[in-house]
């Protein structure tokens, strides 16, 4: 039995790890929740909901696991298996850096699990108009949500790379992008444009600039861990592995800048940041092809035609045949849509690690 276990793959030891931690977390936060709903029969969603109540708890609670998961393989809170800059295992500790990154990416779970169970807790309350759930059915229902996000989480977690990444940051902005349109205060917030989302003081605003704040972190994070440069002995494909990282980061410091400085707070350095985004991606477009010869010719063909297409969105709005707010979105999903297929290139062309 002894010598089976040990032959069992390793995957195997994360489920039953991550079977662990769902378990324990529906038990003790089911209790909890029977305590705060004794005797109550509550709403699926809106204020003091079922629904309310385990968005919050999952968000806490994924925050936290998804910290515990990293810690799981006791190298210290890296993002990936080990911090060489691309997830392959090496005897290092955790750097600052590393630090920064890993908290970053955990509030990202922790905010896509607490948007995630409100927006599907607000459609079940649509279908089941007017209904109430007992104190007991609601202590289980909350609790299966949380144990099922820890599970999910955690399992996510202590496996992270970068294609489980490039998930997450897709999930995240579109999460917290459609959370922030749903809530805007003002349902003709689109007659502007996109960044009308962020100049109120609305949990809409909160939603759309906290959104981009994280996401340029972890598109920072990105660029130190899919531009590993080490290695590499042609100093032409150096320079150019550098240069996409520089650009990477740049874009990840706009896109958070984005966030930091609504119109209402500085239209200047708002606009900078927005554009210098798209001017910075429209480099790393033509830059990438020398960092990552590699990469299938489909990825490079896909990031010259959207670049085209940016282009073409910008004379559209130039010539009044879009509104702004279509520009920006058309610009905005297809810088995010790169970028999240170029972490998925980056992480299909690193070494497999076992």
Known sequence: MVATESMAPPRLGVEGAAIVVGGGAFVVCGVV?????????????????????????????????YTAGRLWHRQGLTPFEASDGRGRGTAGRATGADIVDTFAIALAYGIVALLGWLVLGA????????????FLSAAVLAGAVIGVTAYAVFASSAGMDLMR???????????????????????????????????????????FNLTLIIAGVIVTAIARYATDARGIEDPRRHAAVLRVRVGLILIGVLLACVGIFPLNVSQVLHNVSAVG????????????????????????VLGYVFFAAIVVALVFFVIGYYVLTAAELVAGVLVFSWLIVYLRVSGAAAPAVR
Request: charged residues 5%; proline residues 5%.
């Open 277 to 300: 985004m798209v001017l910075v991606f429209a480099l790393v477009v033509f830059w990438v092809r020398a960092a990552l010869p590699e990469a299938p010719r489909s990825f490079f």
């Open 165 to 207: 990444l490039s998930t997450l940051l897709a999930a995240f902005a579109v999460i917290g992008i459609l959370t922030a349109m749903l809530s805007a205060p003002d349902p003709h917030w689109w007659m502007l444009h996109l960044s009308a989302l962020g100049m109120t003081r609305s949990v809409s605003s909160l939603a």
């Open 33 to 65: 929740a029977l305590l705060s709903f004794w005797g109550r029969s509550l709403p699926i969603a809106g204020p003091g909901s079922v629904g309310q109540f385990a968005a919050i708890a999952a968000g806490i609670v994924g925050f936290l696991t």
């Open 123 to 134: 459609v079940l309350a649509d279908g089941f108009q007017d209904a109430t759930v007992y």
